[in-house]
T-cell receptor
Framework: AAGVIQSPRHLIKEKRETATLKCYPI?????VYWYQQGPGQDPQFLIS???????DKGSIPDRFSAQQFSDYHSELNMSSLELGDSALYFC??????????????????FGPGTRLTVL | AQSVTQLGSHVSVSEGALVLLRCNYS??????LFWYVQYPNQGLQLLLK??????LVKGINGFEAEFKKSETSFHLTKPSAHMSDAAEYFC??????????????FGKGTLLTVNP
């Protein structure tokens, strides 16, 4: 079965540079979530999109922005990178309650993650 | 806001022994609860989920979890540990923050070590 695709898998950047992470959800999934997992930490919710509109925002710095495109893929843009941005960034996709028959909280399927290292 | 607490950041068992990973949740509404497993340098894989259909939930790889409302718990168990079960396990609760959004809030994780 098709899974969530993330690219690149690894990214090394210098401080103050910019980075763009891409996420391709499972076909027919209309909701995308982004999470950040620091070393030895649990994943933290950053932002989510439903039908190409931002639906919720978590602990995401103002230096970060994201969007979901017409083909449902999503991109997380990170500017003025800091050492503390080094982390594993996960994208997850799911089916909204409407498409899931009103069940609510359908399963989020995670991609393999992008490991960002800021030097 | 909803939250989960995982008791024990590290659990060590012998191969063939019972695995018990503890998770307690805090929620003002009936929760949706999940267990995910993360192998080193990999993504999060769903083990099982509770969505109020049945209190005993069976997942992949022989794992199961029981939802106990009176104890606000959702502990993960496996009767007999295998070496391949060594990984980090995360309990998570899904929180509806409006509309169709159901973000996950994770516990701090429990690292399971299986000794031969």
């Amino acid at each position: 079965a098709a899974g969530v695709i993330q690219s690149p898998r690894h990214l090394i950047k210098e401080k103050r540079e910019t980075a763009t992470l891409k996420c391709y959800p499972i076909p027919r999934h209309d909701t995308v979530y982004w999470y950040q997992q620091g070393p030895g930490q649990d994943p933290q919710f950053l932002i989510s999109f439903y039908e190409k509109m931002q639906s919720d925002k978590g602990s995401i710095p103002d230096r970060f922005s994201a969007q979901q495109f017409s083909d449902y893929h999503s991109e997380l843009n990170m500017s003025s990178l800091e050492l503390g941005d080094s982390a594993l960034y996960f994208c997850a996709s799911s089916v909204s309650p409407g498409l899931a028959g009103g069940r609510g909280a359908d399963t989020q399927y995670f991609g393999p993650g992008t490991r960002l290292t800021v030097l | 806001a909803q939250s989960v607490t995982q008791l024990g950041s590290h659990v060590s068992v012998s191969e063939g022994a019972l695995v018990l990973l503890r998770c307690n949740y805090s929620s003002s509404v009936p929760p949706y609860l999940f267990w995910y497993v993360q192998y080193p340098n990999q993504g999060l894989q769903l083990l099982l989920k509770y969505t109020s259909a049945a209190t005993l939930v069976k997942g992949i790889n022989g794992f199961e979890a029981e939802f106990k409302k009176s104890e606000t718990s959702f502990h993960l168990t496996k009767p007999s540990a295998h070496m391949s079960d060594a990984a980090e396990y995360f309990c998570a609760v899904s929180e509806n923050s409006g509309g169709s959004n159901y973000k996950l809030t994770f516990g701090k994780g429990t690292l399971l070590t299986v000794n031969p």
